[in-house]
């Protein structure tokens, strides 16, 4: 069994070396005939084809045997009143994979009172970001501890808000997916807690990180600006904990937040939103180590 959870963990690289033995067995016939070659390229296929099976069948069925964290309460990364979408409190995973440790992220997208959002279908079919209430909205650390990973580099793009340019971001996804995590997550900061969790806040504004690796920091700090790189689809911020910093071999850590409003309740409670439900950061606690619910 620990074989197998081992396996699953590297599914991801799996499955990426397996798309490239595969291109490379489709590319044989530009390169000069030789027998050697040809007994090499004539395997490779086959080789992407076993491998893109392993893949898939350990995603399939080793995720029922995975040990399940403890639920974890942090700060939230966020000042005022945001919207909840694809939520761990509706399905898990809530991305619709487990890929990249985003079994139980949460998307945050930031609806002010007295600020509009705007409608989707209404308006160009690519907005500027800054359009948007979110883009360049403070971002905090949720977690002490010590900053892992800082990407700030990739540029804010447009916003898909439209049905066609949906459809667009379709197939630049499936490019994204080639390229690598870091072009699907974007922007971001990964910090480690002391017991060895990883906080990852993504999609972040470009140039807007004010940490480094290497930095110690409090929960609450701000640490970057709400932004749209990555696969992104609007201005929001992506939330997720993970075992490992590693996007590629990271299992989800499921989490709360603490002190939070749901919906139009008044009670302070540790919890997420769930889809199209809103959460009400009042004032952010900075306490001195993570509590487990």
């Given at each position: 069994m620990n074989f197998l959870i081992r396996l699953y963990r590297v599914r991801g690289v799996i499955l990426f070396v397996a798309i490239v033995l595969c291109l490379l067995g489709a590319f044989r016939r530009f390169i000069p005939q030789s027998e050697a070659l040809d007994m090499i390229f004539l395997g490779l296929p086959w080789l992407g084809i076993t491998g893109m099976l392993i893949a898939m069948l350990v995603a399939v069925l080793v995720p029922k045997w995975l040990p399940v964290s403890e639920t974890i309460s942090i700060v939230p990364p966020v000042d005022g009143r945001w919207l909840g979408m694809n939520s761990p409190v509706n399905k898990v995973p809530s991305h619709g994979v487990r890929a990249y440790g985003q079994s139980y992220a949460i998307d945050l997208v930031y609806e002010p009172v007295?600020?509009?959002?705007?409608?989707?279908?209404?308006?160009?079919?690519?907005?500027r970001p800054e359009d948007y209430?979110?883009?360049?909205?403070?971002?905090?650390a949720m977690i002490d501890g010590q900053v892992v990973s800082v990407l700030d580099a990739l540029r804010d793009h447009r916003a898909r808000s439209g049905t066609l340019s949906v459809l667009y971001m379709l197939?630049?996804?499936?490019?994204?997916?080639?390229?690598?995590?870091?072009?699907?997550?974007?922007?971001?900061?990964?910090?480690?807690?002391?017991?060895?969790?990883?906080?990852?806040?993504?999609?972040?504004?470009?140039?807007?990180?004010?940490?480094?690796?290497?930095?110690?920091?409090?929960?609450?700090q701000v640490i970057a600006e709400c932004g749209n790189s990555g696969n992104s689809s609007e201005p929001h911020v992506h939330v997720q904990l993970m075992d490992r910093r590693s996007f590629w071999t990271g299992q989800g850590v499921p989490f709360v937040f603490a002190d939070v409003q749901i919906g139009d309740a008044d009670l302070l409670q540790n919890a997420l939103p769930g889809n199209l439900q809103h959460?009400?950061?009042?004032?952010?606690?900075?306490?001195?180590?993570?509590?487990k619910e």
């Open positions: 007295d600020q509009k959002r705007p409608t989707f279908g209404v308006g160009p079919v690519m907005r209430p979110a883009f360049g909205q403070p971002v905090r197939v630049e996804g499936a490019l994204r997916e080639l390229a690598g995590p870091k072009f699907i997550i974007g922007n971001h900061v990964t910090i480690r807690s002391d017991d060895g969790v990883f906080a990852v806040v993504a999609h972040l504004k470009s140039g807007s990180a004010l940490v480094a690796v290497g930095d110690r920091v409090h929960a609450g959460v009400k950061i009042l004032a952010l606690q900075q306490p001195s180590k993570n509590s």
